[in-house]
């Protein structure tokens, strides 16, 4: 450890109060990570009945009102190392008398079933117990099937390809008319006398894709910072295997890989199984995913992470070739949800893109729409 981050370190544990005697140092980032982490302690500490310590009468200064309970819990896990995070975790339900939430089935059930709930009790299940995380499960559901009713139809619609002219389909609409088809089939009913064809039966097209069976291998990273997408990934596999030509294949990573693609199509059960925080694996999950590969054109590699890889980037270097190079296709999703607004580690992006996989943040539609190129 370097001075200025001792130094930083004592400043956060004397509190605000000592700004004008112990001010942060370091780079421009370094300064807003350890001021962004004040703001946290100040949030939970300046709760304590008079216990904190490190503040003195500032009491307008450290507004309580500044961060949501949810903005608090996710910027905890993403800025302290795992350990520090449950302490705080444990304090804040406490302090912020969140306890009801964790331990109040009624409570619980009573709240509005939404993304932010969701992500709050991504953070903190591993706190919950009995019927409150049955009941957190059923929330994990609700939640994931909005999510999926509202993307669902847009995201099949880019998937799904040309129109089949060979095959009928029973949903008439306009946009699916098969002209030439109506023609053909209805010559016979033409009146010379009036120069009239008559149509008696109308014909409509199916949209289907022009491959039978496709691969899609998803990974997702179990870091905190990712929770959104997280929500997304899963709730994206669950409608990419309802699909006839496709084939999900679903792990989970953080250090360890775990293979849930038994539970592809119930994104609560994914959901409600990933460990938040800890270390980061890259290499290691996309190893996995090489190993899944069995028809390398027809297999799409899709990892879902902020590539901020937590060992030597050259086994996650060599694998991806390797990849590559086999015909599969490759992706590394910085972000997958309706904003899309992603914070990844730009140069090892860089170093991917580089190689032939692509890398970027999309929005449902946008991977639906993606994954329809690469299998057209």
Known sequence: MDSKTAVNRWRIVLGGFSDENLSFSGSERDI????????????LYGRSQGDDVRTDD??????PTVLSACDWITKVRTLFPKQTA????????????????????EVLEKMKPDMNLLKTILQLKHLMKGEVLETAKKIAREVADEIRKKIENDVKKSILGRIDRNNSSPVHSARNLDIAKTIRRNLKNYDRDSETLMLKEIYFSSRVRKYNSKRVIIAIDESGSMTGSIIHSAVMAQIISDLPFAEVKLVIFDTSV?????NAENPAEILMSVQLGGGTDIGKAVTYCEQLIVSPQNTCVIVVTDLYEGRNASVLMNVSKNIIESG????????????ANPAYDRYLAQRLANIGAFVGALTPQQLGEYIGRIFS
Do not use: C, I, W
Not at 94 to 102: I, P, R
Not at 330 to 336: E, P
């Open 32 to 43: 807003r990570t350890f001021e962004d982490m004040e703001q946290l302690l100040d949030y």
């Open 58 to 63: 500032r009491g307008g200064d450290l507004s």
């Open 86 to 105: 449950e302490v705080l975790e444990k304090q804040a339900l406490e302090e912020f008398d969140m306890t009801d939430l964790l331990t109040d089935k």
């Open 258 to 262: 775990v293979d849930l693609s038994d």
């Open 328 to 339: 599969a296709k490759l992706s590394f999703l910085t972000a997958l949800d309706e904003e």
